[in-house]
């Protein structure tokens, strides 16, 4: 999803699942703690329903203003449920990745650093010996 929308306008959005159904509005949106960047939305189903949180990327805000979510309604209707209003802790958030089969692993490290007196062969402009 675009990460420079206003998490604000995407409240009262309707939402639908990948196959076109209606899922519910946009209640409310949770960010990331590190990056401050919309990373969950909370979707009130129904009147007297639930809210249900779905993850904002892969999702796609379309130019009708309306969050396409691509994953089956049944999938986001059982998604684990912590109450709206609150802030979501590592271990819920965690459930949720896993809930979506989404990827949980962390980006890979950076290559360690070679010891100063590694020989990595000859300069350019430089004859080999």
């Known amino acids: 999803m ?6 604000r306008n995407l409240i009262g959005r309707k939402a639908f699942d990948r196959n076109g159904a209606k ?12 990056t ?11 009147l007297f329903s639930r809210d249900a949180f779905v993850p ?3 999702s796609e805000l379309v ?3 309306t969050l396409l979510i691509p994953f089956d309604r049944a999938l986001i ?3 684990p449920d912590f109450g709206v209003g609150r802030h979501l802790s590592p271990e819920q958030e965690l459930q949720l990745y896993h809930h ?11 290559p ?18």
């Open 63 to 65: 130019e009708d203003g």
């Open 112 to 129: 360690a650093v070679p010891p100063p007196d590694q020989n990595f062969g000859h300069v350019a402009g430089t004859e080999t010996p």
């Open 2 to 7: 675009q990460t420079d929308i206003d998490p």
């Open 23 to 34: 899922i519910g509005t946009i209640d409310e949106v949770y960010l990331d703690d590190a």
């Open 36 to 46: 401050g960047a919309p990373e969950w939305a909370a979707i009130r189903t129904g």
């Open 77 to 79: 209707r059982d998604a």
């Open 56 to 58: 904002l990327e892969p």
């Open 100 to 110: 979506y089969g989404l990827d949980t692993t962390p980006p890979p490290a950076p």
